[in-house]
């Protein structure tokens, strides 16, 4: 069982900054990937934000590929993600991923608000 814990989440204005990040805990064996989701509201689906392999390979969502980066301490079992130049469209809450084997796990979430 993997637990993560998420950190970071507030409230920042239009064209501020954040850094999240997560911490997974409970593996004794490296985690396959780990990555940001978000679940706009009206969606029945949460949607890939961005994401990170064990062997460092990332993807990004369009709407955030040059303002987003992902980046994991594979040492400390943490991924953070460094968000520049937010947007309103940016709001919502951030869950952290990670993959072992073939199981996903989810953190419970932090919010992002980006307001003036």
Same mark, same amino acid.
């Given at each position: 069982?993997?637990?993560?814990?998420?950190?970071? /989440?507030?409230?920042? *204005? &239009?064209? +501020?900054?954040?850094s999240?990040?997560?911490? =997974?805990?409970?593996?004794?064996?490296?985690?396959?990937?780990? /990555?940001?989701?978000? *679940? &706009?509201? +009206?969606?029945?689906?949460?949607?890939?934000? =961005?994401?990170?392999?064990?062997?460092?390979?990332?993807?990004?969502?369009?709407?955030?590929?040059?303002?987003?980066?992902?980046?994991?301490?594979?040492?400390?079992?943490?991924?953070?993600?460094?968000?520049?130049?937010?947007t309103?469209?940016?709001?919502?809450?951030?869950?952290?991923?990670?993959r072992?084997?073939?199981?996903?796990?989810?953190?419970?979430?932090?919010?992002?608000t980006?307001?003036?």
């Amino acid at each position: 069982q993997v637990e993560l814990v998420e950190s970071g /989440g507030g409230l920042v *204005q &239009p064209g +501020g900054s954040l850094s999240l990040v997560c911490r =997974a805990s409970g593996s004794n064996f490296p985690l396959n990937a780990m /990555g940001w989701y978000r *679940q &706009p509201p +009206g969606r029945d689906h949460r949607e890939m934000v =961005a994401h990170i392999t064990r062997e460092g390979r990332t993807f990004y969502a369009d709407s955030v590929k040059g303002r987003f980066t992902i980046s994991t301490d594979s040492g400390e079992n943490t991924v953070s993600l460094q968000m520049n130049s937010l947007t309103p469209e940016d709001t919502d809450v951030y869950y952290c991923y990670a993959r072992l084997g073939a199981t996903d796990f989810w953190g419970p979430g932090t919010q992002v608000t980006v307001s003036s």
